[in-house]
């Protein structure tokens, strides 16, 4: 490790590192607010569910440098756009967060959902103040699954020349320099837990109950 | 869509195939790096797993590998195993296979730990009281019994090896990802879109082969729900 080049090249470093929080972002949140809905459809009609199960699955199974290099060519886009990125990265965010949260509503149960219709709540009611609210620690886990991930799948596209901190990955290969390559391997990382750690927070703030039961278990 | 049809033309022009470079050879050369890596990862996993789900040791130490390994961005891992290994750049099949199996483990591990944990303890005390070793318990009651699931979990790790073996080619490999790297070397989008076709319906045609597999694997006379496996994140 040549901490001398770290510090020499901290402003690239930044610079990079900023692109590959851009590309993240909102494939984390898109792929919440596409994939909460379509397992909403999914777990209330068993038609929807065979259809749109086995899709993400399918979604989940693409590879993703070819699916980087198909996107364009699907979207009308350049092939450098980072648009290609967060459209790939997002679908697999959905495929992901699909199933767990298909799973995450199946989970409450149809006796608490009943209840909930007989106390009288609008189907729409049901949803956000029981159905959501009890999924909410599932989908945070999976939410926190899908940021690592993203996160770890953005440097691919440094091979077909999208900034990010992959851009140090093959650029350390080229040049046969680990440092470089260690930088981008940290940073990553350093990313991923600075995304873990605000998605958590978040978690704990949208879902004050959570931790309200756990400390009287605990 | 234009460049759907030049690739497909690409694709079914009978001269792209034979050959040292072409497809048939990168289609071979592709399997070849995932079998390798999948034998090294289920060499690894298969033994630990089944160990993990039958004594419940070590638990929270696989799942806080299995975490920690996503996190971990495949092409770094690669280029550094490459570059800092005394072989690596000479022989770079031996990085590529490392990290190829390093991203097959997770999901073998916790399909093997999970799938054994979840056979009903009550049918394993049944077969230590009818008269079955630790071993036997493992090998006839256990693993039959979570197949379903020890399927489920090779699915996702071919999955992870077939997408990943495509970067192998950055380390001057060869394999499928050769046509999206030099193409892209010459501004060739045609052979670069080819190549991600390929990568795409290879990975299509074994995740619909496994799935097969594993409804064919499921012992008679037991009706679980198939859990697919997915175990973990990409």
């Given at each position: 490790m040549r901490f001398d080049w770290v510090a020499d090249n901290m402003g690239?470093?930044?610079?990079?590192?900023?692109?590959?929080?851009?590309?993240?972002?909102?494939?984390?949140?898109?792929?919440?607010?596409?994939?909460?809905?379509?397992?909403?459809?999914?777990?209330?009609?068993?038609?929807?569910?065979?259809?749109?199960?086995?899709?993400?699955?399918?979604?989940?199974?693409?590879?993703s440098l070819p699916l980087f290099v198909l996107l364009p060519v699907v979207l009308g886009t350049r092939i450098l756009d980072p648009l290609n990125l967060v459209v790939a990265l997002t679908l697999y965010?959905?495929?992901?967060?699909?199933?767990?949260?298909v799973d995450a509503f199946d989970s409450v149960g149809r006796i608490i959902r009943d209840d909930a219709l007989a106390i009288g709540h609008s189907p729409r009611q049901v949803f956000w103040r029981v159905a959501l609210p009890l999924a909410g620690p599932p989908l945070l886990a999976g939410t926190r699954?899908?940021?690592?991930?993203?996160?770890?799948?953005?440097?691919?596209?440094?091979?077909?020349?999208?900034?990010?901190?992959?851009?140090?990955?093959?650029?350390?290969?080229?040049?046969?320099?680990?440092?470089?390559?260690?930088v981008g391997v940290i940073?990553?990382?350093?990313?991923a837990v600075i995304f873990d750690v605000i998605?958590?927070?978040?978690?704990?703030?949208?879902?004050?109950?959570?931790?309200?039961t756990d400390r009287r278990r605990g | 869509m234009i460049q759907f049809a030049d690739a497909f033309a690409w694709l079914v022009d009978p001269a792209n195939w034979p050959g040292p470079n072409g497809i048939t050879a990168r289609i071979l050369e592709h399997l070849w790096y995932c079998l390798l890596a999948l034998v090294l990862a289920l060499v690894i996993a298969m033994p630990a797993g089944l160990y993990i789900g039958?004594?419940?040791?070590?638990?929270?130490?696989?799942?806080?590998?299995?975490?920690?390994?996503?996190?971990?961005?495949?092409?770094?891992?690669?280029?550094?195993?490459?570059?800092?290994?005394?072989?690596?750049?000479?022989?770079?099949?031996?990085?590529?296979?490392?990290?190829?199996?390093?991203?097959?483990?997770?999901?073998?591990?916790?399909?093997?730990?999970?799938?054994?944990?979840a056979v009903d303890p009550d049918v394993v005390d049944g077969a230590r009281a009818s008269g079955l070793n630790e071993w036997q318990i493992v090998g006839r009651v256990e693993v039959p019994l979570a197949a379903p699931l020890l399927v489920g979990g090779l699915r996702s790790a071919v999955l992870q090896v077939i997408a990943t073996a495509t970067l192998s080619a950055f380390l001057g490999l060869g394999g499928l990802g050769r046509f999206i790297l030099d193409g892209q070397a010459?501004?060739?989008?045609?052979?670069?879109?080819?190549?991600?076709?390929?990568?795409?319906?290879?990975?299509?045609?074994?995740?619909?082969?496994?799935?097969?597999?594993?409804?064919?694997?499921?012992?008679?006379?037991?009706?679980?729900?198939?859990?697919t496996g997915r175990l973990e994140g990409r």
């Open positions: 690239q470093i930044l610079m990079m590192s900023w692109a590959h929080v851009q590309v993240s972002v909102l494939p984390i949140f898109l792929s919440l607010l596409i994939a909460v809905p379509i397992a909403w459809w999914a777990h209330r009609q068993k038609s929807a569910r065979r259809v749109l199960v086995p899709i993400s699955g399918v979604l989940y199974a693409l590879p965010g959905v495929a992901l967060l699909v199933r767990t949260a699954v899908v940021s690592a991930s993203t996160l770890s799948l953005v440097s691919v596209g440094a091979l077909i020349g999208v900034p990010s901190l992959g851009y140090f990955f093959t650029n350390g290969y080229q040049r046969g320099f680990p440092t470089e390559i260690m940073g990553t990382v350093v990313l998605i958590v927070v978040a978690g704990r703030l949208l879902l004050p109950w959570v931790r309200a | 039958h004594t419940g040791k070590g638990r929270a130490l696989a799942i806080g590998l299995t975490g920690a390994l996503r996190a971990l961005p495949s092409l770094g891992l690669l280029t550094l195993l490459a570059v800092t290994m005394s072989l690596g750049l000479r022989l770079a099949i031996v990085p590529s296979t490392i990290v190829l199996a390093i991203l097959a483990i997770p999901p073998l591990l916790a399909a093997a730990y999970s799938g054994v944990e010459v501004a060739d989008y045609t052979r670069m879109l080819g190549g991600a076709i390929l990568v795409i319906a290879l990975a299509l045609i074994l995740d619909g082969g496994i799935l097969l597999l594993q409804r064919w694997l499921v012992p008679s006379g037991v009706s679980i729900a198939l859990g």
